[in-house]
């Protein structure tokens, strides 16, 4: 697995793609919070606000990016040449998650270094951070909610073997998750949501919470499971 | 004429049959039944609906359904497009007695069909989710529009078919921006994103009509609203994108390497 998780990371530096989405980003970043520095909010307001204008736009590109790693092979017909790079098919699939979630996360961090970097230069004053948020936490919730997303598009990659089904279904999903973000009591238990409400979960209501996390997290890796049993047995030699 | 029906009729066939179609309205179904479902909650608080009704029901979501439908034609506009070049099966169907021009026009009515049949579609599985949960009901009630019987379902599909065209347009823009990708993700992305921005065409108050955002948002709404000769200049705004967009995605498909 580890010789297939270099080659993965390998060609995600080696495809310039994702540094223009990781330049496009920090552009975002600088851009959104000087504007609202000019609009007079404190420094740590301007992250927060910022993270909030950002995280729809944020979901879509994680959609993007892992249909992109965890489908391209499988669709463009190259799965016969790389699958052997991999121990087994488990470790293909699991290395495929990994560096989505990866580059993910990535795109997460590279937007509160910017953001914060921004607002650090602006205002001298600013703390790095987030408004009443933890940073460590805001990670979790991220990781988890990338998680549960990769869960699902992976399964539906490998039961549709449909490129456009697949991004359709995870489009779909988070737009459904948008949806259900306008009704507030069940708003901040919604994976597009965690990495904005994971931290006044585990202080105000540690014990629903919990559950629910743990509960979309069980399905996770049930779906995730089902993926590679689905995987295991495909014939790839087509 | 003869080639351009058997190559729309063959990709007729084949958006009515594929897997990507019973998605999209497996997904649609959801988004139903999750705002009847709010609306039996919370009343209209949470959701489009101002009445519970069958007969309501599907005008009320076909403006709600401004992402999803979008996105899911963004994604069939790039998967006759882009992926046909992509794969290499655009080369078959040249290599038979097809000429660009004959294939591009297949393309144009195909998206067109498309976005009247996703649009039966919503309309179709608001009908159910309606009935199911709230009966037929005694009245249409749409904005200041009322009506009921046939007359209100005459009205939803005029709303439809306004609505289809609209997203006709959007189709034309995504076939331009498929013409300059080389694969399906990019585009239904730069599509996605647009559509998500677009949105904000809505604060430009003196261009928003001209912005095919907006025309997907409200022309099927503002043909009853609005007076006649903005409705004529909302027209002629998205027959421009159509045309506009057709002759510049044509005059690029012309010169395109296929990959040969």
């Not at chain 1, 997303?149 to 279904?169: D, K, P, Q, R």
């Not at chain 2, 882009?82 to 038979?96: A, H, M």
């Amino acid at each position: 697995m580890l010789k297939q998780l270099k080659y993965d990371f390998s060609k995600l530096v080696f495809q310039r793609k994702y540094l223009f989405i990781l330049i496009a980003v920090s552009l975002f970043g600088i851009l959104y919070s000087v504007l609202l520095f000019q609009k007079g909010l404190a420094g740590t307001q301007i992250v927060s606000s910022g993270l909030a204008t950002f995280r729809p736009i944020y979901w879509l590109l994680c959609c993007y990016v892992m249909c992109d790693v965890i489908s391209s092979d499988y669709h463009y017909k190259t799965l016969k040449i790389v699958v052997p790079y991999a121990e087994n098919r488990a470790g293909y699939i699991v290395s495929k998650g990994i560096s989505s979630a990866g580059i993910s996360l990535m795109i997460l961090l590279v937007y509160l270094l910017t953001s914060n970097m921004t607002v650090l230069i602006l205002d001298s004053g600013h703390t790095w951070g987030l408004s009443g948020y933890s940073f460590g936490l805001l990670c979790v919730g991220a990781i988890v909610g990338i998680f549960f997303l990769e869960s699902m598009i992976s399964f539906c990659i490998v039961v549709t073997e449909s490129e456009a089904a697949t991004i359709g279904f995870s489009m779909g999903i988070v737009i459904i998750m948008f949806i259900f973000e306008s009704v507030g009591q069940i708003a901040k238990y919604l994976p597009t949501m965690w990495l904005a409400t994971l931290p006044s979960i585990v202080k105000t209501e540690a014990g629903i919470g919990l559950i629910v996390i743990a509960v979309f997290f069980v399905l996770s890796l049930l779906l995730c499971a089902g993926t590679i049993g689905i995987f295991r047995k495909k014939d790839l030699f087509a | 004429m003869k080639k351009i029906g058997s190559i729309v009729a063959f990709e007729t066939k084949r958006m009515l049959l594929s897997k990507t179609t019973a998605i999209y309205a497996g997904l649609y179904l959801i988004n139903f039944i999750i705002s009847a479902i709010f609306f039996k909650l919370y009343g209209s608080e949470y959701t489009v609906l101002t009445v519970g009704n069958a007969q309501s029901f599907p005008v009320w979501h076909l403006q709600a359904s401004f992402l999803y439908t979008g996105i899911f034609l963004a994604i069939y506009v790039a998967q006759i497009i882009v992926q046909e070049r992509s794969r290499g099966t655009i080369k078959l169907l040249l290599l038979r007695p097809v000429s660009r021009p004959t294939y591009y026009i297949s393309r144009v009515v195909s998206i067109f069909l498309f976005s009247v049949l996703l649009t039966l579609m919503m309309i179709v599985l608001s009908y159910v989710v309606g009935l199911l949960f709230f009966g037929w009901g005694e009245q249409m009630i749409w904005g200041s529009l009322t009506s009921s019987g046939i007359q209100g379902v005459l009205l939803t599909l005029l709303c439809g078919l306004a609505f289809a065209f609209s997203y006709f347009a959007f189709g034309m823009v995504a076939m331009l921006v498929s013409m300059f990708t080389s694969k399906l993700l990019e585009s239904a992305i730069i599509m996605g994103v647009l559509l998500m921005a677009g949105q904000y065409f809505e604060l430009l108050s003196s261009i928003k009509q001209f912005a095919v955002f907006h025309q997907m948002l409200f022309f099927h709404i503002n043909i009853f609203e609005k007076p006649f000769a903005y409705n004529v200049t909302s027209i002629l705004v998205l027959t421009a994108y159509c045309v506009v967009c057709g002759i510049i995605g044509y005059l690029a498909f012309r010169k395109k390497d296929l990959y040969v």
